[in-house]
Structures are given as structure tokens and as C-alpha cells.
């Protein structure tokens, strides 16, 4: 008899005797199916007189021969094994392959030297700076000590920056409220102290407002900006904007 049916007897015979009105009584040696234990079962009739009468041995041996075919038909399905076998696993149909094309690596910075792209990262990491402050600034739209300050500290031209944008934010009226995102740098120029490297900027969303009106921004949604850094004894800081046309950018660097 396998494991699994000495195991799932006794309570298929208590679930039997309820059904034919007997119950468990223990028995000090051996257990429902004749296992030894220190404190096992046996079946007796209900209303049994004392002692031993041949019909409540016939009735026993019924029950334990009906509990035994009950878990033998529960166990003859599992092919043998002495372990029942978990249920399959629902399958699910294969979904087709995603067949998108990986993106690209980059390979502007493939012709610059360690060196050179030392410079580029320095001059480009001066411009996040100032790119940072200068978003703040537009979003509260305030004329500031700090102000004054920032240009000082980030362009070459700290007096004319300053003004514009002085008549954009301060007496324009116009918030950068979600400033757009820098996707990506690349460098397309780099001498020991000349930096000039494009900027990708995605508005897609931005939100940039005059007077509380929000701005439509028109296409494109990303927006390649060229940019030249000249290192001076104070760091990097911007000379300019090398040209002031609106050109798309892919999502990624060249």
C-alpha cells in the first residue's frame, strides 16, 4: 500500500463511518489500517454491546475494505507514482516575437580623443548648471539678487542675457512652469578652450505660459540647439547660441 493511501485512510475511514453510524475508537497497538501507533483508531458500531459480536467484525471489515477501495480508485488515476502529481499548468499560447529595432549606440564621440572628450564634458556639465538656474528662474518669472548673480557666474554676455530676459519673464508676463527636457548632448566641436555641442529639447511636456495664457508650441516638439562654451579663469561659460534656427531632433544622438 503506498504512502499516499496510508496517509488519506484515516480520513476516509472517519468520513465512512459517519456515513454507516460508527465512530473512532483508540486503540493502544494498531491504527485504522493496521499500522502500529501509540494512540491509533478503530472502528466500532455505535450501539455496540459489550464485547466482541461477529456482526460488528463483519461490519468492520466491510468499512475498512469499502475505505480501501476508496483510496485505491483516488490513487490507480496517478499511473503508480507513490506521489500525486500536481495539477498541469495552464499553458499560454506564445506571443508573437517583438520584432522593434534596438536603438542605435551613438557614435559622434567615436573621433574625439579621452582628452578632448574630457573638455566637452566640463563645458557641457557648466551648461546643465546654468540651464537649471535659469529654468528655475523663468518659472517664478522674479528679478532677484540671484539673478544678476547667475549670469555673472554662467555667460559672457551677463548684461544682455540678463535684459532679455528681464522683457520676456519679469515685464513680459511669460512662465516656464514645465521646463523641457534635455534628451541628449553632442559635441561638434572641441578645442583646448572653445566647446560647441547641440542639445536636443523635447516640449513635448512643457508648459510655458504669458500672463496665465498657456503657449501653443508648434512643431517640431523636439528642437536641436547649438550652443558654444569658452573656458575663462572663472570656468566655462556660455558665449552663445551659434544660430538661432529651429531644426527637429531625433530622440536619440546621432
Request: proline share 7%; net charge positive; aromatic share 8%.
Amino acid at each position: 500500500m503506498s504512502d499516499l493511501i496510508r496517509r488519506r485512510l484515516p480520513s476516509l475511514l472517519e468520513s465512512h463511518a459517519k456515513r454507516e453510524g460508527l465512530h473512532l475508537e483508540p486503540d493502544s497497538q494498531y491504527g485504522a489500517v493496521g499500522k502500529p501507533s501509540a494512540m491509533s483508531s478503530r472502528l466500532v458500531p455505535k450501539a455496540r454491546a459489550s464485547g466482541d459480536s461477529g456482526s460488528g467484525r463483519t461490519l468492520m471489515k466491510r468499512t475498512l475494505i469499502a475505505a480501501i477501495a476508496i483510496a485505491m480508485a483516488g490513487t490507480l488515476s496517478s499511473c503508480g507514482d507513490d506521489e500525486p502529481k500536481a495539477d498541469p499548468t495552464p499553458t499560454k499560447s506564445a506571443s508573437p516575437s517583438s520584432s522593434a529595432t534596438p536603438t542605435p549606440e551613438p557614435t559622434w564621440d567615436d573621433k574625439y580623443s579621452p582628452a578632448q572628450m574630457k573638455n566637452y564634458r566640463a563645458a557641457r556639465d557648466r551648461w546643465l548648471e546654468f540651464w537649471e538656474a535659469y529654468t528655475e528662474a523663468a518659472r517664478t518669472g522674479a528679478d532677484t539678487p540671484g539673478l544678476k548673480a547667475m549670469f555673472e557666474k554662467y555667460s559672457l554676455a551677463p548684461l544682455g542675457e540678463r535684459s532679455q530676459f528681464l522683457d520676456t519673464y519679469v515685464r513680459g508676463g511669460a512662465r516656464m512652469e514645465v521646463a523641457p527636457k534635455v534628451l541628449w548632448t553632442s559635441a561638434t566641436k572641441i578645442k583646448p578652450k572653445t566647446v560647441i555641442f547641440n542639445y536636443c529639447l523635447d516640449y513635448t511636456d512643457a508648459r510655458i505660459t504669458t500672463n496665465g495664457q498657456v503657449n501653443k508650441i508648434d512643431d517640431p516638439s523636439r528642437r536641436l540647439v547649438e550652443v558654444q562654451m569658452e573656458k575663462t579663469s572663472e570656468g566655462w561659460k556660455k558665449r552663445g547660441y551659434v544660430n538661432s534656427e529651429v531644426k527637429a531632433c531625433p530622440a536619440t544622438a546621432p
